[in-house]
């Protein structure tokens, strides 16, 4: 892990949803019906990077109701669900997108991510992640699973002082038609 953020000029932000949007945990209901929960904090967040123009995915394992909740609330440029090869799917999106590595960062939690935490020059986890997760990352977030892990993203890629201004209305680049 190094402490240098290298966030100028990233395009597009990549988020795991169990253990980063959320804090990982699934409440069952009675009826076995699910539920999962979401600081208000991170929804604000995930909005504040589509609003300074940076494009949102999400890669997820799961398929689940709770992944078409996650579309249709955010609306993200790239959604996979179900992903089984994380670094296969950031790279499908970099050559439709006509990006780099160095453009892209990623927020993971599990040893599902270690691959693409390892990949990426610009990857973060929570602070609460087990060791070996945390060594694979570049970065460490200063907030625990689903308590402010896209807020502190933002407040590195969107400052709301200093530096880059987080109020522009810059479009995320669109995708190039193969
Ligand atoms: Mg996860």
């Known amino acids: 892990m190094d402490d240098t953020v290298k966030v100028a000029g990233i395009k597009a932000v990549f988020l795991d949803i169990d253990g980063v949007l959320t804090d990982g945990t699934v409440l069952i209901d009675s009826s076995g019906?699910?539920?999962?929960?979401?600081?208000?904090?991170?929804?604000?967040?995930?909005?504040?990077?589509?609003?300074?123009?940076?494009?949102?995915?999400?890669?997820?394992?799961?398929?689940?109701?709770f992944c078409d909740y996650v579309q249709r609330r955010f609306e993200p440029e790239f959604f996979e669900r179900g992903c089984k090869d994380k670094?296969?799917?950031?790279?499908?999106?970099?050559?439709?997108?006509?990006?780099?590595?160095?453009?892209?960062?990623?927020?993971?939690?599990s040893l599902h991510d270690?691959?693409?935490?390892?990949y990426l020059p610009n990857s973060f986890v929570p602070m609460d992640v087990s060791d070996e997760v945390k060594v694979a990352a570049r970065h460490v977030l200063p907030a625990r699973r689903g308590e402010g892990v896209v807020r502190a993203l933002a407040s590195i890629l969107v400052p709301i002082s200093g530096g880059k201004s987080g109020t522009g209305s810059r479009r995320p680049p669109r995708a190039r038609r193969k």
């Not at 270690?114 to 390892?118: G, H, I, M, R, S």
């Open 87 to 109: 670094v296969a799917a950031v790279k499908t999106f970099l050559s439709s997108w006509r990006l780099t590595i160095e453009q892209v960062c990623f927020v993971g939690d």
């Open 33 to 65: 019906g699910e539920s999962k929960r979401i600081s208000f904090d991170d929804i604000d967040a995930v909005f504040r990077i589509k609003r300074a123009g940076i494009a949102i995915g999400f890669l997820t394992g799961e398929s689940t109701p």
């Open 114 to 118: 270690v691959p693409l935490l390892e």
